[in-house]
């Protein structure tokens, strides 16, 4: 059975870091891109960062410069590290992986920046 299942989530002071994991269970077929999104309240769900197959990346514009994705293709996980958070970055972030013609989701973390 495929799982994504994310941690690392929390709750963070302006100009802080997390870093957000994304353990995917189970096999994927043709996986085009894996990915983080996010929804703030009140919001619509963004994407944040993908790294696409071939090991390209995208960012929103939002978060670039402070963002970065990357995969352990050995343990089948991927991370967003997040630097100088800020109260615009509090959301659910949610893990995705885009194979052809489907997409799966992981239930969030929820990620809370504030003083």
């Known amino acids: 059975q495929v799982q994504l299942v994310e941690s690392g989530g929390g709750l963070v002071q302006p100009g802080g870091s997390l870093r957000l994991s994304c353990a995917a269970s189970?096999?994927?077929?043709?996986?085009?891109?894996m990915a983080w999104y996010r929804r703030a309240p009140g919001k619509q769900r963004e994407l944040v960062a993908r790294i696409i197959r071939g090991g390209s990346t995208n960012y929103a514009d939002s978060v670039k410069g402070r963002f970065t994705i990357s995969g352990d293709s050995a343990k089948n996980t991927v991370y967003l590290q997040m630097n100088s958070l800020t109260p615009e970055d509090t959301a659910v972030y949610y893990c995705n992986v885009d194979t052809v013609g489907y997409n799966y989701w992981g239930q969030g973390t929820q990620v809370t920046v504030s003083s």
């Open positions: 189970g096999t994927f077929f043709n996986v085009y891109a």
